[in-house]
């Protein structure tokens, strides 16, 4: 039975939808990339190959149940399918656009660009900031952190260490770490992980800032 009920092979085409780019010439290179004939093609999508010939021609356009078919069999995604580029990343963050965000006593700066494998923060951990300090995180990736000012503690699984200005840590981040202020006035510090790689990638600067959450996991 055709899960995709387009029409009848024999009706006359229909005009090609405003809402969609035309897909056609896409459609054509993706399927003879993929070494399949029209026939095999329009098989795997449950299409008539009549339809997908169509389809290839810009005669009819696809519904998004046939897209998702066809991004499917030859390997790709809806919008590489439409064509569609996805914005450039600007690889400069200026220190204006770091807006400072608070969350548990701790002041966060995003120093990197969002939707990468790492994120980049700026962070300030003032002394005593409470159940902060005693919050013991787990969670798969790695982090690495430099200490701009102030003295900063990292406990990793038993061990404890003090760090001072110039000094750096880089770590595996299932080893239970925990980190603290050591010395009046606070600490600030430079801080990468590869969160965002992990399944704990909701708790990352900005999702959880918007909801209120906890806005990142040294």
């Known amino acids: 039975m055709n ?3 387009e029409g009848d092979p024999a009706e006359p085409p229909a005009e090609p939808s405003a809402e969609l780019p035309t897909v056609a010439p896409r459609l054509r290179d993706l399927r003879r990339g993929s070494g399949l004939t ?3 093609a329009a098989h795997r999508v449950g299409l008539s190959p009549a ?5 290839e021609t810009g005669r009819r356009q696809p519904s998004l149940p046939v897209l998702l078919a066809l991004a499917r069999t030859y390997g790709t995604t809806v919008s590489d399918l439409l064509g569609e580029v996805p914005p450039s990343q600007d690889p400069i963050v200026r220190a204006d656009r770091m807006e400072a965000q608070e969350a548990g006593g701790w002041t966060y700066r995003r120093a990197g660009g969002s939707g990468r494998a790492m994120q980049a923060l700026r962070l300030h951990v003032p002394e005593g900031s409470g159940a902060q300090d005693e919050l013991v995180r787990v969670h798969a990736g790695e982090e690495w952190l430099y200490v701009i000012s102030g003295r900063l503690r990292l406990t990793l699984g038993d061990a404890v260490h003090v760090l001072g200005p110039g000094d750096a840590a880089h770590f595996d981040s299932l080893t239970p770490h925990r980190i603290a202020a050591a ?3 606070g600490t600030d510090l430079l801080f990468v992980h590869t969160l965002l790689q992990s399944g704990a990638a909701e708790l990352c600067l900005g999702d959880a800032a918007r909801r209120g959450g906890r806005p990142g996991t040294p």
């Open 3 to 5: 899960p995709f009920p």
């Open 38 to 40: 029209l026939e095999a």
């Open 51 to 55: 339809h997908l010939s169509r389809l």
């Open 183 to 185: 010395s009046p006035g």
